[in-house]
């Protein structure tokens, strides 16, 4: 698939590493299986406004571009730009919320699905 940029100007970097930056946005959020919706044009637009151009990346002190409560698309007005350390953070809080937590047969103890068979090895009956 090919992208045409019009009415693009970039006085920062040249548009090659701009496109570059936006085909791997894509490509992580397709592999995430997240919708992304941005336009080249849009995606630009928005990290251009954010004032975090120079900043964007993965590093600690970097700016990324983040969807609220981390759902939806990237779409515009979904997206803000927050450091990479507070979107780990966020990260490690949605991702702990979306395991049921059961019972466990031996001791009653309240178990994360995901790693239940782990509590029920340590607590078995001997």
Sequence with gaps: MTYV????????????????AYGDH?????RKGNA?????????????????????????????????????????GNVFFQPTEDNAAQGQINHCKEYRQEPCPNCGQKVAVNIAWR?????APK
Excluded: I
């Design 5 to 20: 940029w019009k009415h693009t100007v970039l006085a920062t970097e040249t548009n090659c590493k701009s496109r570059q």
């Design 36 to 76: 992304f919706l941005l336009t080249p044009a849009e995606w630009e637009w928005l990290w251009l406004s954010s004032g975090h151009w120079h900043e964007r990346g993965k590093r600690r002190g970097q700016y990324v571009m983040s969807r609220r409560g981390d759902q939806g698309a990237y779409e515009v």
């Design 26 to 30: 894509k490509r992580s959020a397709k």
């Design 119 to 123: 509590h029920r090895r340590k607590c």
